[in-house]
Every structure is written in structure tokens, then in C-alpha cells.
């Protein structure tokens, strides 16, 4: 299966915690086409699901819930589903059970969501290692698997802070390893967006101006 390359949208670099700036005039969707190239055939003609992959502080969780936001759709977060109905953290289900055990209670979830129309998906980071997930979310109807990608760098300065919440912040080595494995099945995705110089609005304008859906006024 081939890799979809890099979309670039030139704006310039801001931090996730700063306060926006005015945005310039959004290309239009013939520029931002030009600009990217799909693995695949492209956006379907009627999208009902987006999915977002990407590696931690990829910015999954905020650009999915401007996406949502702006289309009226639904909006969740995989993990946070996944912890509610087992009633423990993904860390302590990783613990007591295995990372299998885990995986297998992750696809189940996310083929049970590919059946939920109006629907913006984020994903935990490692969904798309289960080639079972990854194969589902290619193929599904009506489903957009779209990757945002964040260097290692912008990761590291983004999840500043929070190494008592992900461990594997303070193992480099191992960090740097998972990123690496990690990566050519993001880029599988039917689109990447390099997202280390967009804000999150930024970010979820070209989505929108890539797949050409309607925004409710």
C-alpha cells in the first residue's frame, strides 16, 4: 500500500498555547488540491466520518473538536470512549491486561464506530500499529483516515510538561523508536497535513477545503 505524502499549508509557526493570529485569506480548494497529493483516489463524494491519526500532540483531540464544531457532526475521542466503558485509564488497562488484550478492545470500538454517521474520530496514537484497524479505516464507506503530522521536535515542545502523564516522555531512545515505527502507517492515511507551522484553526480550515464539505452557515 503506498504512502500518501506531505500537505503543506504556508503559514507561520505558532505555539498550541498562544493566542491566535488573524489568519490570512484561505486558498482556494483548486490551490489547496494542487497542493496535495492523496494516496488513493481521493475524498469519496459523501464523506459521514473523519477519522484523525497522528502521533501525541499532533493536536487529534482540539482540531477534531474544531472540525465537529464547525460541521454540527459529533465528536470522540477513542481513548476516552474506550476508558469509560472499561471503567480504568488506558495506562492501567496497558498494565492489568496486555497491550493485545487492549488492541483488540480498540478495534472493536472503532469498527463499532464506523457504523455512526456525522461523526469526527480521534484516534489514540498507536490504533493504526493493529493493521486489522488501519485496513478498516482505509476501507470503510464514507470514512476520511487523515494524518496530522508533527515532527518529533514540535512533539516534544508541545507535550512539555506532561511527562508525569506519558512516561515515555523521558525515554528518548524508546520515544524516538516509536515515532519512527510509527510513522510510514500515518502516512497510509487518504491525506497528511504537516501541522507543525498551523494552528489548530488552520488546520481544520484545510481539511475542510481539501475534502470540500459543506459548513453549515
Not at 90 to 97: C, K, P, V
Not at 99 to 124: D, K, Y
Request: aromatic content about 4%.
Amino acid at each position: 500500500m503506498s504512502s500518501g505524502p506531505t500537505f503543506k499549508w504556508p503559514l507561520s509557526a505558532e505555539k498550541p498555547e498562544m493566542p491566535e493570529p488573524q489568519m490570512p485569506e484561505r486558498r482556494s480548494v483548486e490551490a489547496v488540491q494542487s497542493m496535495a497529493r492523496i494516496a488513493g483516489p481521493g475524498a469519496p463524494a459523501t464523506i459521514r466520518r473523519i477519522v484523525l491519526t497522528g502521533f501525541m500532540g499532533a493536536g487529534k483531540t482540539t482540531v477534531g473538536n474544531l472540525l465537529a464544531t464547525r460541521l454540527a457532526w459529533s465528536f470522540v475521542d477513542a481513548d476516552e470512549r474506550i476508558e469509560a466503558a472499561a471503567g480504568a485509564t488506558i495506562a492501567q488497562l496497558f498494565m492489568d491486561r496486555g497491550e493485545p488484550w487492549f488492541r483488540q478492545l480498540e478495534h472493536e470500538t472503532i469498527r463499532q464506530l464506523m457504523n455512526a454517521p456525522s461523526l469526527v474520530l480521534a484516534l489514540g496514537g498507536g490504533a493504526i500499529e493493529d493493521e486489522r484497524t488501519l485496513n478498516l479505516l482505509l476501507s470503510s464507506s464514507g470514512t476520511q483516515l487523515i494524518h496530522l503530522e508533527a515532527s518529533l521536535e514540535t512533539v516534544l515542545q508541545r507535550c512539555c510538561g506532561t511527562e508525569s502523564l506519558r512516561p515515555i516522555l523521558q525515554d528518548k531512545p524508546n520515544l524516538e523508536a516509536r515515532y519512527t515505527r510509527r510513522l510510514p502507517l500515518y502516512r497510509q492515511a487518504h491525506l497528511t497535513l504537516a501541522v507543525d507551522a498551523l494552528s489548530p484553526q488552520a488546520a481544520a480550515d484545510a481539511i475542510l477545503d481539501h475534502l470540500e464539505i459543506s459548513v453549515p452557515a
